[in-house]
């Protein structure tokens, strides 16, 4: 039967250690609302990851974590169409730039993030395509998914107490008027200073998100860190839509609505 | 007729039929039904399901109904269409139970979110012993020094009427800086 699915039945977590006990080998294409996203497997173990139309290539990834620099990484793209990534490892190694053990560490590191952003989904659809091999043209790693799994669940419950502390990501972040409360005498770090330098009325958390290349997990923990911290408030963006106007008062009329909350003070004084 | 409201919210257990029940002239129409959750039965026995509802009449003229929330997350569906035209909303905070204030900080954060009216935070059992101070639960509830948090035993009317009151004094004076 085909394994196939909606992620609000079967998670994520569930996913993988049905392909980790069934030792599986093909491709879980996984299906949300916004993106796509394709983990390979052989035999049971990560071999290959990859998120919408991100960069999976080898350049991009050594690029990404700094192991190229922005002109190598230009001169290798403009030859991409004639070099596979197995090709250009080789050729990367053979030139010094970088060991074996480097490209490894960073494939794997790379497709450990895909699948630990992947845990923050739960919303999509999903499907386990047993024709469809990790590609040829790229470097295939062997992960095993024990470790995954098990990070994965202890992301998941953190996943679930940050939901419930920031249930929407399409308010905004307002600074604190707290006495005393100063960013220059607080240790942020790198990401956290990314994410302050956005902060304002009319940019949505989710924008935030957006602009630093963060996904909801990440941008949830930051934020939640600065809520703790006293630093930040949540409120709801310039410029959204209003919600609809009830009426608070039975009167527009200034002075009548003045005179009211009046004689409410007065009966509940006489109480 | 004219009417008004008031919304009680805050955390499960935080005290809030209890608070409408000391100043509401009609006995509170309550939604109340047994907990079937093991923890939270430990607390107390039945818990309100969708709102409570009380009445405090002005006069021949006007109305204030006060309706309470249901305390629990998964009745927080209740919690927007409850808000709506609300004069003015206060946060119940069990004093006891500091395990809770994370919850009564997200629940009012939620609740500014759904309207932009004068709010009151109300430590409730203050009459306990093992109650945090007013000061400590400013800090754990990261509220700014504006924010009125008053001292409340929720079953003693006097205190219950002045935390109403000062919800009143606050909403009279953002209509007066001309914020409402």
């Known amino acids: 039967m085909a394994l196939r699915g909606n992620l609000r039945d079967f998670t994520i977590t569930q996913l993988l250690n049905l392909i980790n006990l069934a030792r599986k080998t093909g491709t879980l294409v996984v299906e949300s609302p916004s993106e796509t996203a394709r983990v390979a ?29 922005a002109g190598q990484f230009r001169s290798i793209q403009q030859r991409s169409r004639q070099v596979s990534d197995k090709e250009l490892g080789l050729l990367l190694i053979n030139a010094g730039y970088v060991s074996q053990e ?27 395509d047993n024709e469809l091999l990790p590609p040829d043209d790229r470097i295939n790693v062997r992960l095993d998914l024990e470790n995954l799994i098990i990070e994965g669940s202890r992301q998941l419950r953190e996943w679930e107490q940050l939901q419930d502390e920031i249930p929407s990501l399409d308010m905004a972040l307002k600074f604190t008027d707290r006495p005393g409360a100063n960013l220059r005498n607080v240790n942020l770090g790198v990401e956290e200073w990314r994410v302050v330098s956005y902060i304002n009325p009319r940019n949505s958390i989710r924008q935030i998100a957006s602009a630093t290349k963060m996904n909801d997990l990440e941008i949830r923990r930051i934020v939640y860190g600065l809520l703790q911290a006293g630093l930040v408030e949540i409120i709801r963006p310039e410029g959204a839509p209003a919600p609809p106007p009830v009426r608070v008062f039975p009167t527009e009329d200034k002075e009548e609505q003045k005179s009211l909350v009046n004689r409410l003070i007065n009966r509940i004084r006489s109480l | 007729m004219q009417t008004v409201k008031m919304v009680v919210t805050g955390p499960f257990s935080a005290g809030k039929t209890e ?53 629990q997350k998964r009745f927080d569906f209740m919690w927007e269409i409850l808000s709506e035209g609300m004069l003015g909303f ?91």
């Open chain 1, 41 to 69: 497997f052989r035999e049971g173990k990560l071999a290959f990851a990859q998120i919408g139309q991100e960069d999976g290539s080898l350049a991009g990834i050594l690029h990404k974590a700094n192991r190229l620099t």
């Open chain 1, 102 to 128: 480097e490209i490894l560490a960073n494939l794997q590191q790379h497709f450990t993030d895909v699948v630990h952003n992947l845990f923050t989904w739960v919303e999509g659809f999903f499907h386990f």
């Open chain 2, 19 to 71: 608070f409408i029940r000391s100043v509401s002239e009609i006995d509170v129409v309550s939604t109340e039904r047994k907990i079937s959750s093991s923890a939270e039965k430990l607390i107390k026995e039945a818990t309100t399901v969708a709102m409570d509802f009380g009445r405090i009449t002005v006069d021949e003229d006007l109305v204030l109904y006060l309706f309470g929330t249901p305390g």
């Open chain 2, 90 to 180: 206060i946060v119940m905070v069990d004093s006891t139970r500091p395990e809770t204030f994370r919850e009564a900080r997200s629940i009012l954060e939620t609740f500014r979110a759904y309207a932009p009216t004068p709010y009151v935070v109300a430590a409730n059992k203050q009459d306990k012993k093992d109650a945090w101070d007013i000061d400590d639960m400013r800090h754990a509830l990261r509220l700014e020094a504006k924010v009125k948090l008053l001292p409340c035993t929720a079953t003693d009317r006097a205190t219950v009427k002045s935390v109403l009151l000062e919800l009143l004094y606050s909403i009279l004076s953002e209509m007066e800086n001309g914020a409402h």
